[in-house]
């Protein structure tokens, strides 16, 4: 699998302790698209970046961050085909792979801990799509996205 994740300045920390638990997983490639230190950038650029390779098959999962996940989570969101997932515990990160499809975890660097990013990060990784009846929804999302709605 492969996994392109990219934070602004505000959660540079917060990347390099997932890359590390993303470690833990056999066969998964991480692509960081940075920001590397702590000059400000702007987030939707990293947002960009980390959902092009999402959105072109690059990538088969997107993870980005920034101080509280907002900002970046909307941006995100702006671009066609992504389903990025704000997640602050393990549940809502299992909930958002299993019934939304989540191609991108968002997580907050000045919110949450190494630890509890740690586990929300294999919780979202160890989840799979139901499909079944949320793939109606899936599509419905994505009608949205169309303006098909």
Do not use: Q
């Not at 934070?7 to 590390?20: F, N, R, W």
């Not at 490639?29 to 939707?44: L, M």
């Not at 939304?100 to 919780?123: K, S």
Request: proline share 1%; net charge negative; aromatic share 4%.
């Amino acid at each position: 699998m492969n996994i392109t994740i990219g934070s602004d300045h505000g959660a540079v920390e917060l990347k390099d302790e997932v890359k590390m638990v993303l470690r833990e997983f056999d066969g998964v490639h991480v692509k960081d698209v940075g920001t590397f230190g702590r000059d400000a950038v702007d987030y939707p650029d990293i947002a960009r970046e980390v959902c092009a390779d999402v959105t072109s098959g690059r990538a088969d999962r997107g993870i980005l961050l920034c101080g509280t996940g907002v900002g970046i989570s909307i941006a995100a969101n702006k671009i066609d085909g992504i389903r990025a997932a704000l997640c602050g515990d393990v549940y809502t990160a299992m909930m958002s792979r299993r019934h939304n499809d989540a191609n991108v975890l968002v997580l907050g660097g000045r919110v949450l801990g190494f630890g509890p990013a740690g586990e929300i990060v294999r919780a979202w990784m160890r989840t799979e799509f139901e499909g079944g009846r949320h793939m109606r929804r899936i599509e419905k999302i994505m009608a949205l996205e169309n303006k098909e709605a």
